[in-house]
């Protein structure tokens, strides 16, 4: 059976959340409303790791994320980045301690 690409940007969306529920974050860190994710993905030249950063909204009942942030929250997400980096940095040291134990 054949798929097609969705037709719309909201179906699209939702097939994003759909993929990134099948393979969640590695890390994750908050401040509040703001939220950075890293995500460890392989490749031919080996593994690396993306983030992504969200503020979290309320949209009547449901919650929402977006990813525009306002003034108040550059500092604070320098420092989630800063959290990400460090983890980052470590998981890419114990990959490069197993390559050379191999």
Same mark, same amino acid.
């Given at each position: 059976m054949a798929t097609s690409a969705p037709s719309s940007s909201r179906s699209r969306q939702e097939a994003q959340k759909a993929d990134r529920a099948?393979? +969640?974050? =590695? !890390?994750?860190?908050r401040h509040r409303a #703001? %939220? +950075?994710a =890293?995500?460890?993905n392989e490749s031919e030249s080996g593994v690396m790791f993306n983030?992504? #950063?969200s503020r979290s909204? %309320?949209?009547?009942d449901d919650w929402r994320e977006s990813t525009s !942030?306002?003034? /108040? /929250? $550059? #500092? =604070? $997400?320098a420092e989630l980045l800063r959290t990400?980096?460090?983890f980052i940095s470590r998981e890419m040291s114990k990959l490069a301690q197993e390559k050379k134990q191999e």
């Open positions: 099948v393979t +969640a974050p =590695v !890390f994750t860190c #703001l %939220k +950075a =890293v995500w460890r983030t992504t #950063l909204y %309320k949209d009547g !942030f306002g003034y /108040d /929250d $550059i #500092l =604070v $997400i990400c980096y460090g």
